[in-house]
C-alpha cells in the first residue's frame, strides 16, 4: 500500500552510477554499491576522477536520503498505520546500522586519500572540514545505541501523536484544542487549557522514561567518543565551526536584557487590554481586546490558495515553486487523527523536491507555518542544482534564516486572507510572537546545557532547573495552582527529545530574518536578490557567509540585538 500524499515524482536527472531498479530498503542490493567505491578509490588517480567517484557516492546518499525521507513521511502522516511504522523501523534497524560503519569508510578513504589536497580549496573547504570531522567522531560501537536513540524517539513522536482528548463530547487531537485559547471567553479557554495539560501529565511518567532513557543513551555516545558529557560532543557532532557553548550562554544572557523587557512590556499591555490583575497560561493567545479569533481560512485549499497569491506578490521565483510543490502534491497540510503533530519541510533527495507536512485547523497560526516551510522548500529548490549531496544541505542557522524571513516578508501581503484591520491584527501579533519566541529558545536550550552538562542528573534535579529558568524567562505568566503543569512543561517541545541542540538556531535564524526583514523594508528587491543568492550557496560556504550573503551579521550578541528590537518596537507602534 502506498501512503505517501504523492505519487511518481520526476527524477532531477538519470543516474550514473545506481542502478535504476536498486531497491534502497533492500540492503543486499546497495552493499555491493559500496563496495565498488572502496574498490575504486585506490585507484583514483587524478582530480577528475576524484570529483566523479564523490558524485557517485553522492548519488548514493541521495538515493538512501529518499529512501528515508518516503518511510518518515509516510510514518508521520499515518502514525496509527503499522505497516508505515514497520517499514520506517526497517531501515532504522536494518538498512542504517549497515550503511553507517560503510558511510564511515569512504568518509575514511576520502579523508586519507594523496588526491585530496589537489581539489579546489574553495570549492571543497566546507565538506573537506565537515567529513573529517565525521571520521574524526566516528565510532562503531556508537552505531547500536544510535539505533536504540533513533527508536525511543520514534516512541516520543508516537505517544504525541496519539494524544487525544474528550471535549464537550467531541474527540479532539490537541492541535485541534489550540483554537479554544484563541476564544473571547476566558472561561472556555481556561477549560480548553486544563484539559490539554492534564492529557499531558497523564503520560508525564512515560515522556520523563522516554528521555531518561535517550539521555542514557546520548552521554553514554558521547563518552564513546572520548568526550565527558554529550554537551560537548553535541557541539563537535553538529558541526558548530563558528560558535560555542559560551557564545549560546551569552546569548540566554542578551536575551534576558534587551528582549525580555520588550516582553514584560507585552505583556502588561496584554493584561490591561484584558482587564486583568495577572496573566494566566490561557490567556496568552487569545485577543486582547476580546475580538473573535482570526480565522484566516476554514478549507486547506483556501489556505494553499491565499499563500499561492502571496508568493505571487512576492517574487516570481518563489511564486513557480510553490505551484510546482503543489502541482505535484508535496504538500500535506490538514489536521487529523493519526497524524504526527507539528509541521516540517522534508527533501527528497534524489528528485530534489521539497515535501511540505503540517496540522492545520484555521488559524492564523497555520499561515505563518506555511510561509515558515515554504521558506524550507525555496531553500531545496535553490539548491537543486548542486550536485554534490553534502551542498544541498545549509547549516541548521541559516536553514531557518530562509523559513523566518518568508514568514516575516509573506506578512506584507497577508491581506489575501483578511481584510485590513486585521491582516494588521495579524501582523502584530505575530511580530509579539517573533518576540516570544526568544525567551522560550533561551529555556529550552538552557535546560538542554544543564541536562546534558549534569550527567547522572536525577529526575528532581532536572524538573528543578526547568523550574529555575522558567522564572528566569518567563516574565509575568502567573502559575499559581498549576506548578505540576509548568514543571512539565518541557514534554511538549519535540526538539528536547527527538533533537537535542536542535532549538538555539531558531534564536540565531530569527536575528537573521529580522535583518532580511529590516533590508527590505530598505531596499525589496536587493533583499530579496540577496535572499535567493545565499540560499543558492547551500552548504557550501561556512555560516558567516552565508549570513553575509543574505546581507546580514552573524552575531548575536546585544549589540546586534537592541537596534532589531529598536526596529519591532517601532513596528509595533504603527500596528497598535
Wanted: proline share 5%; glycine share 6%.
Amino acid at each position: 500500500m502506498n501512503l505517501l500524499p504523492f505519487g511518481d515524482l520526476p527524477s532531477y536527472s538519470n543516474r550514473r552510477f545506481v542502478p535504476e531498479n536498486c531497491r534502497a530498503g533492500d540492503w543486499d542490493q546497495i552493499a555491493p554499491l559500496f563496495d565498488q567505491l572502496e574498490a575504486r578509490a585506490p585507484a583514483v588517480g587524478t582530480v577528475a576522477e576524484l570529483e566523479r567517484w564523490l558524485l557517485d557516492w553522492s548519488e548514493l546518499r541521495s538515493v538512501l536520503e529518499e529512501e528515508k525521507a518516503r518511510r518518515y513521511i509516510a510514518m508521520t502522516c499515518h502514525t496509527e498505520d503499522p505497516e508505515a511504522e514497520k517499514a520506517f523501523l526497517h531501515f532504522v534497524e536494518h538498512v542504517e546500522p549497515q550503511v553507517k560503519p560503510r558511510q564511515f569508510k569512504l568518509e575514511q578513504l576520502f579523508v586519507r586519500h594523496p588526491v585530496r589536497g589537489q581539489l579546489d580549496h574553495k570549492r571543497y573547504e566546507v565538506f573537506q572540514r565537515d567529513t573529517k570531522l565525521k571520521v574524526d567522531l566516528y565510532r562503531p560501537e556508537n552505531v547500536p545505541l544510535e539505533t536504540e536513540e533513533t527508536k525511543l524517539e520514534q516512541q516520543y513522536q508516537k505517544l504525541s501523536g496519539s494524544l487525544t482528548v474528550q471535549f464537550r463530547g467531541e474527540e479532539k487531537t490537541l492541535q485541534q484544542m489550540g483554537r479554544y485559547l484563541e476564544e473571547p471567553d476566558r472561561a472556555l479557554r481556561q477549560e480548553a487549557w486544563e484539559v490539554v495539560a492534564n492529557r499531558r501529565l497523564a503520560e508525564a511518567q512515560k515522556f520523563e522514561e522516554l528521555f531518561d532513557g535517550v539521555v542514557r543513551l546520548r552521554q553514554q555516545i558521547a563518552v564513546n567518543a572520548g568526550f565527558k558529557n554529550y554537551l560537548e560532543y553535541a557541539f563537535r557532532k553538529m558541526g558548530r565551526f563558528d560558535y560555542t557553548p559560551e557564545d549560546c550562554r551569552k546569548f540566554h544572557t542578551a536575551i534576558e536584557s534587551e528582549i525580555i523587557p520588550l516582553v514584560r512590556e507585552m505583556q502588561a499591555v496584554r493584561r490591561q487590554q484584558l482587564g486583568l490583575e495577572t496573566l494566566r497560561p490561557w490567556d496568552m493567545a487569545a485577543d486582547p481586546l476580546s475580538r473573535p479569533p482570526l480565522r484566516p481560512f476554514e478549507q486547506v485549499d483556501r489556505m494553499v490558495e491565499g499563500t499561492q497569491r502571496i508568493f505571487d506578490h512576492l517574487d516570481g521565483t518563489m511564486s513557480q515553486g510553490f505551484r510546482q510543490m503543489h502541482e505535484l502534491r508535496l504538500l500535506d497540510l490538514a489536521n487529523r487523527k493519526g497524524k504526527a503533530p507539528g509541521g516540517y519541510q522534508y527533501t527528497l533527495e534524489e528528485a530534489r523536491l521539497p515535501f511540505i507536512f503540517m496540522n492545520a485547523v484555521g488559524l492564523q497560526r497555520d499561515v505563518e507555518t506555511i510561509l515558515h516551510e515554504a521558506g524550507h522548500a525555496f531553500h531545496a529548490l535553490a539548491t537543486r542544482g548542486e550536485d554534490l549531496h553534502h551542498y544541498r544541505n545549509a547549516p541548521i542557522e541559516f536553514c531557518e534564516v530562509a523559513s523566518m524571513s518568508m514568514e516575516l516578508l509573506g506578512n506584507e501581503f497577508l491581506e489575501e486572507f483578511y481584510a485590513t484591520a486585521d491582516a494588521n491584527r495579524a501582523r502584530r501579533t505575530h511580530l509579539e510572537n517573533v518576540i516570544g519566541l526568544f525567551p522560550w529558545v533561551a529555556t529550552v536550550d538552557a535546560f538542554q546545557h544543564w541536562v546534558y552538562g549534569h550527567p547522572g542528573h536525577t529526575r528532581a534535579e532536572r524538573t528543578a532547573a526547568w523550574v529555575d529558568l522558567m522564572k528566569r524567562f518567563g516574565a509575568e505568566v502567573d502559575w499559581t495552582g498549576y506548578e505540576n503543569a509548568r514543571a512539565n512543561l518541557w514534554h511538549r517541545q519535540p526538539h528536547i527529545f527527538t533533537s537535542p541542540f536542535y532549538y538555539v538556531e531558531y534564536g540565531i535564524a530569527q536575528l537573521g530574518a529580522l535583518q532580511v526583514w529590516w533590508n527590505s523594508r530598505k531596499d525589496k528587491s536587493k533583499a530579496i536578490a540577496e535572499y535567493h543568492r545565499a540560499l543558492a550557496l547551500g552548504g557550501s560556504r561556512p555560516l558567516p557567509e552565508l549570513f553575509s550573503a543574505a546581507g546580514c551579521r552573524f552575531a548575536f550578541d546585544s549589540e546586534t540585538i537592541k537596534p532589531l528590537m529598536g526596529l519591532v518596537r517601532s513596528e509595533l507602534a504603527k500596528l497598535n
